[in-house]
């Protein structure tokens, strides 16, 4: 098994204006995110806009994302998107036949009406007995439809099962993280955190990266951040402050927002989003001026940490 941590952004999917997938703007994307150190990178997630996509985009998707970054770094993919069980297995076998480093499970697929800990082992079991057990696989709390944690017992049972090599946290609590760090001691689950606003301190807690969505803004800076291990230090927190205050523009259109900051950027050739049809420079008042703060901050920081002259 690969070990997958680090910083991993959960990867944007570039559409072209009538709708279908840019792939041009998909490479110009795989080589930004590269280049910008990251770890790892998450095709076919939330930000992926997945459940708007179809099962056959899916998995073509991951298939294209897994060619293009050809081992430079890993891979995962998800696209777990259905509630009946039966629909899960089709379409997470489609999308581990496509060659993922692990295939990620959606925590609230395997308890669709939040019936607890008996119907989501249930579920789990079935699956893991349906996935070939060679195949690593993650974990993901993915707040859409609804936010499913995962309770001490399920978090044991998936790390102390040898199959289980991330879970994206999503509890947004750096005790929670403190105490999932225990738990998953000495077995191969990596805890990659997806809050920025605790992401630093989360670090400092031993948890093994952070796969936010601001890492389709400035992944540089959390990967000069995640660098620094247990050296404390005021840039560091300085930086920190930063990232962690810049991460209030998800709740401004993302992920459109995201779509118009990579076009800034000259790497998105069009912000059409299934999100959302929204112009959300028109509906997120002010939304333009702070993307560009924050792309002047990022710069700054770039060149007080040293990534930039």
Known sequence: MKTINGIIPV???PFTPDNKIDYPSLDRLIEWYIASGID???????????????????????RYVIKQVNGRVPVISSGHISDEL?????ELLAVAQTG???????????????????VFLSNLRALLDTLPPEL???????????????????????????????????????????????????????????????????????????CGVMANVH??????????????????????????????????GYPKNAKIYQ????????????????DVLETQWALSVILDQIREGTEDYQRKVGLRP
């Open 86 to 90: 039966e629909d899960q297995k089709r």
């Open 136 to 210: 690593p696989l993650g974990l993901y709390e993915c707040p859409a439809p609804y936010r499913r944690l995962l309770t001490d017992e399920e978090l044991t049972f998936c790390a102390n099962s040898g199959r289980f090599v991330v879970i994206k946290d999503v509890s947004c609590d750096l005790a929670t993280v403190q105490r999932r760090l225990s738990l998953t001691k000495n077995t191969p689950l990596s805890i990659v955190n997806a809050n920025a606003a605790i992401a630093y301190p989360a670090m400092l807690a031993g948890a093994r990266g952070f």
């Open 100 to 118: 993922p480093d692990a295939l990620v499970l959606v925590t609230n697929h395997l308890d669709p009406k939040n019936e607890g800990t008996e």
């Open 11 to 13: 990867m944007l999917t």
């Open 263 to 278: 076009q800034r950027l000259g790497i998105f050739k069009s912000t059409h989003c299934r999100v959302t049809a929204d």
């Open 40 to 62: 790892a990178l998450f095709a076919v997630c939330q930000s992926s806009e997945m459940i708007y996509l179809s099962l056959e985009e899916r998995v073509e998707l991951s």
């Open 219 to 252: 992944p540089e800076l959390y990967v000069w951040l995640q660098s620094q291990g247990s050296r404390r230090s005021a840039l560091a927190d300085e930086v920190a402050r930063f990232l962690s205050l810049s991460a209030l523009v998800e709740k401004c």
